[in-house]
Nanobody, 126 residues
């Protein structure tokens, strides 16, 4: 298990931008991957992106590609999700996750139980 702390959610108008952060306070926990999921009411959880913590290789889901980017600040064990030109369809709870295996660039990545943050809500209004 690893503790992950998300921040940056809130309310934003359509067309605006939001940046989410996910920090892993325990630097001794070896991680290969970190990434982001989202889940809106009545919809399945969606893997929207991941990044290898070692070499910055990233995956961004086709549904948000071109608007969302993933980056990291290795020295702070922090991963970011930059969301631009958001729409009401981006309204969801966003979750950070981590993995000790190089799985997070896969569309079907399933992080282990216990390797999830509590989530941060993003609400996009028109």
């Amino acid at each position: 298990q690893v503790r992950l702390e998300e921040s940056g959610g809130g309310s934003v108008q359509a067309g605006g931008s939001v940046r989410l952060s996910c920090t892993r306070p325990d630097a001794s926990w070896t991680t290969a991957c970190m990434g982001w999921f989202r889940q809106a009411p009545g919809r399945e959880r969606e893997h929207i992106g991941g990044i290898y913590t070692t070499d910055d290789d990233t995956y961004v889901a086709e549904s948000v590609r071109g608007r969302f980017t993933i980056s990291q600040e290795k020295a702070k064990n922090t991963v970011f999700l930059q969301m631009n030109n958001v729409t009401p369809d981006d309204t969801a709870k966003y979750y950070c996750a981590a993995d000790q295996h190089y799985n997070c660039l896969s569309l079907n990545w399933k992080p282990p139980n216990g390797n999830w943050g509590q989530g941060t809500q993003v609400t996009v209004s028109t």
